[in-house]
């Protein structure tokens, strides 16, 4: 009898011992299981917002509450408010929710002021006719508190000599809501704009202009940062007429007087955290338009622009000037091909950054009379900045001639 109870307590012990074993285990087993899981969105909060409502700003980040977390989508919102005008500084971090598993979404903004100037000046001196170009913009980028904004834009290109004329003039009032039907999705634009455009070159190539034009635009927000846009165009007694010369060395006019209605349809996406100063991401925009006619579908133009960071300068290639993604304007005079070499500026008590810039590049610009392509190449240089006094400033010169002569 010993013998048994003496074997049945060494039983007993034993299965003890390795329940004892089994149990820690198989909880650290349950714990990694439960810390394997992804993470849920619990609430997603606003800090540093006065003026902007967190609606507009958790607009731009998409994700729910009760949604996995996306970590490339929490830097993609980032990148998307960055772009913005309305944000000094953006960043967004999470902090442990009411549960294990759930985190909370804070992001976390330093607000510009609502109200923002734009001013540009520069010295041309392209296909030996001068001209001097100088634009402003004044902006209200908060109206209702809820980041539609609205802005006035004037720019002048002003004859200065040569053999050619370069002459324009513009004003154009816009309203945009970023966020249309109150959705992440689409934004609308509004705007009533007038242009007088009289250029001629010195191979006898001209194109005059003068319209009042009415746009309505709404656009379609899809993917990371894709979106398509459809706008129509009303220009009431519009006056153009265009004259050029063509490869076979014959003379072709158009007075194109008809084109009251047009519709555009546009492609683009945009990854840049800046629109005035890059240093990351790409934009590109491509459309087609036609007009009342019906004679065809026109294609372009094509704007593409990437930035690198290397070597502690900025390195931006760009296809068809500078892009104005969505519903994104800016003021600048390029060519059609551009390498750009750009060294950021220290700030300092007005500037809270800058940059100067050397922008090498290439034109085609049709035809001359003898039947030769007219083959543009130069050079811009500019120095841009943010300041506290007189808002965004572009100061640039640009020089370039027929290298094909």
Same mark, same amino acid.
């Given at each position: 009898?010993?013998?048994?109870?003496?074997?049945?307590?060494?039983?007993?012990?034993?299965?003890?011992?390795?329940?004892?074993?089994?149990?820690?285990?198989?909880?650290?087993?349950?714990?990694?299981?439960?810390?394997?899981?992804?993470?849920?969105?619990?609430?997603?909060?606003?800090?540093?917002?006065?003026?902007?409502?967190?609606?507009?700003?958790?607009?731009? &980040?998409?994700?729910?509450?009760?949604?996995?977390?996306?970590?490339?989508?929490?830097?993609?919102?980032?990148?998307?408010?960055?772009?913005?005008?309305?944000?000094?500084?953006?960043?967004?971090?999470?902090?442990?929710?009411?549960?294990?598993?759930?985190?909370?979404?804070?992001?976390?903004?330093?607000?510009?002021?609502?109200?923002?100037?734009?001013?540009?000046?520069?010295?041309?001196?392209?296909?030996?006719?001068?001209?001097? &170009?100088?634009?402003?913009?004044?902006?209200?980028?908060?109206?209702?508190?809820?980041?539609?904004?609205?802005?006035?834009?004037?720019?002048?290109?002003?004859?200065?000599?040569?053999?050619?004329?370069?002459?324009?003039?513009?004003?154009?009032?816009?309203?945009?809501?970023?966020? &249309?039907?109150?959705?992440?999705?689409?934004?609308?634009?509004?705007?009533?704009?007038?242009?007088?455009?009289?250029?001629?070159?010195?191979?006898?190539?001209?194109?005059?202009?003068?319209?009042?034009?009415?746009?309505?635009?709404?656009?379609?927000?899809?993917?990371?940062?894709?979106?398509?846009?459809?706008?129509?165009?009303?220009?009431?007694?519009?006056?153009?007429?265009?004259?050029?010369?063509?490869?076979?060395?014959?003379?072709?006019?158009?007075?194109?007087?008809?084109?009251?209605?047009?519709?555009?349809?546009?492609?683009?996406?945009?990854?840049?955290?800046?629109?005035?100063?890059?240093?990351?991401?790409?934009?590109?925009?491509?459309?087609?338009?036609?007009?009342?006619?019906?004679?065809?579908?026109?294609?372009?133009? &094509?704007?593409?622009?990437?930035?690198?960071?290397?070597?502690?300068?900025?390195?931006?290639?760009?296809?068809?000037?500078?892009?104005?993604?969505?519903?994104?304007?800016?003021?600048?005079?390029?060519?059609?091909?551009?390498?750009?070499?750009?060294?950021?500026?220290?700030?300092?008590?007005?500037?809270?950054?800058?940059?100067?810039?050397?922008?090498?590049?290439?034109?085609?610009?049709?035809?001359?009379?003898?039947?030769?392509?007219?083959?543009?190449?130069?050079?811009?240089?500019?120095?841009?900045?943010?300041?506290?006094?007189?808002?965004?400033?572009?100061?640039?010169?640009?020089?370039?001639?027929?290298?094909?002569?």
């Amino acid at each position: 009898m010993k013998n048994k109870n003496s074997t049945a307590a060494r039983t007993l012990i034993a299965c003890i011992a390795l329940l004892t074993a089994w149990l820690p285990a198989t909880a650290l087993s349950q714990d990694s299981a439960a810390d394997s899981q992804p993470l849920r969105v619990q609430e997603i909060h606003c800090a540093g917002n006065q003026q902007v409502s967190c609606d507009f700003i958790r607009g731009h &980040l998409r994700l729910q509450p009760g949604a996995t977390l996306d970590e490339d989508e929490i830097r993609n919102a980032e990148l998307r408010l960055s772009a913005l005008r309305y944000f000094d500084d953006v960043s967004i971090h999470l902090e442990k929710g009411a549960q294990r598993g759930a985190v909370i979404v804070v992001i976390a903004v330093t607000e510009n002021s609502p109200v923002v100037t734009e001013s540009v000046a520069g010295f041309s001196s392209r296909m030996d006719v001068e001209r001097l &170009l100088v634009g402003s913009r004044i902006a209200h980028q908060n109206l209702f508190g809820e980041g539609n904004f609205a802005d006035l834009t004037a720019v002048a290109s002003i004859p200065l000599g040569g053999p050619g004329r370069d002459e324009s003039y513009g004003l154009a009032l816009r309203y945009v809501d970023p966020m &249309l039907f109150d959705s992440r999705r689409w934004f609308g634009i509004a705007s009533a704009a007038w242009r007088k455009d009289d250029y001629e070159d010195q191979y006898g190539n001209y194109a005059h202009l003068e319209t009042p034009q009415l746009n309505v635009t709404m656009g379609w927000r899809f993917a990371d940062f894709s979106y398509l846009s459809s706008g129509l165009s009303y220009r009431p007694g519009i006056e153009l007429s265009t004259g050029q010369w063509l490869r076979d060395q014959t003379f072709e006019t158009d007075d194109e007087e008809d084109l009251e209605l047009s519709l555009r349809l546009d492609y683009g996406w945009s990854s840049e955290d800046d629109l005035l100063f890059p240093t990351q991401g790409s934009t590109l925009q491509i459309g087609m338009s036609t007009d009342q006619r019906i004679t065809g579908v026109h294609v372009g133009p &094509l704007q593409f622009r990437k930035t690198w960071s290397w070597l502690d300068s900025y390195w931006t290639l760009k296809i068809g000037g500078d892009p104005n993604p969505e519903y994104h304007v800016q003021i600048s005079e390029n060519q059609l091909f551009a390498v750009t070499f750009a060294r950021p500026v220290k700030a300092g008590d007005d500037v809270r950054r800058g940059r100067w810039y050397i922008e090498p590049g290439y034109g085609m610009r049709g035809w001359t009379n003898d039947g030769r392509h007219i083959n543009e190449a130069g050079v811009k240089i500019g120095y841009r900045a943010d300041t506290r006094s007189f808002g965004y400033v572009d100061l640039y010169l640009i020089g370039t001639k027929d290298v094909g002569k």
